[in-house]
């Protein structure tokens, strides 16, 4: 059980939009900047958002991050059939310790 | 641009302790970073090691910290994991990564931006 919570699963189709939300505590969202990872099958996370919401190089603006209080939101607009993944978020904890959240399975139907 | 490359044996026994190494290249360990594993059991999510600073000050998740000890080879470019009196719980798939974390403004900001491929490590008899 992640301390950062994530819906296990979402879908939609080809060229619409999906939301992913983490929910979070004071202790780790509330207080500190969130990050999200893009993880495709058999292969390493990959950085999508640091800092809540910035895009490294190479990260198309169909990517988005927001944080409210003690929850963030991964966008993803105009979906592609390569967006199928598991997305995680990411944050700082004050027990000094690193957060993911369980991860979610997005499904381009 | 960084790149790391974790290495170790692929099975480990129950009751014994898991080792690997993640080795550093395209930059020097010593530079102003901090150096972690993370872990993936088949199926599961991503869960949060440890890290290491090259002084050699290191932070533990609070689960694993009996377990578990990361070090530093600054003469090797590398780094390293072990994690004692392992079961079959722990099998996963291990990354070793490059996270990026310091002040901005208020707020603390921490996020792996470079990740090795992942080794796997199977516990069994």
């Known amino acids: 059980q992640s301390v950062l919570t994530q819906p296990p699963s979402v879908s939609a189709a080809p060229g619409q939009k999906v939301t992913i939300s983490c929910s979070g505590s004071?202790?780790?969202?509330?207080?500190?900047?969130v990050s999200w990872y893009q993880q495709l099958p058999g292969t390493a996370p990959k950085l999508l958002i640091y800092e809540n919401n910035k895009r490294p190089s190479g990260i198309p603006d169909r990517f988005s991050g927001s944080k409210s209080g003690t929850s963030a939101t991964l966008g993803i607009t105009g979906l592609q059939t390569g967006d199928e993944a598991d997305y995680y978020c990411?944050?700082?904890?004050?027990?000094?310790?690193?957060?993911f959240g369980g991860g979610t399975k997005l499904t381009v139907l | 641009q960084v790149q790391l490359q974790e290495s170790g044996p692929g099975l480990v026994k129950p009751s014994g302790t898991l080792s690997l190494t993640c080795a550093v290249s395209g930059g020097s360990i010593s530079s102003s970073n901090w150096w972690s594993w993370v872990r993936q059991p088949p199926g599961k999510g991503l869960e949060w090691i440890g890290e290491i600073y090259h002084s050699g000050s290191t932070n533990y998740n609070p689960s694993l910290k009996s377990r578990v000890t990361i070090s530093v080879d600054k003469s090797k470019n590398q780094f390293s994991l072990k994690l004692s009196s392992v079961t079959a719980a722990d099998t996963a798939v291990y990354y070793c990564?490059?996270?990026?974390?310091?002040?901005?403004?208020?707020?603390?900001?921490?996020?792996?931006?470079?990740w090795g491929k992942g080794t796997t490590v199977t516990v069994s008899s």
């Open positions: 990411g944050t700082w904890d004050s027990s000094l310790s690193a957060l």
């Open positions: 990564a490059s996270p990026c974390s310091g002040w901005y403004g208020d707020y603390y900001y921490y996020y792996m931006d470079v």
């Open positions: 004071s202790s780790n969202i509330g207080n500190n900047y």
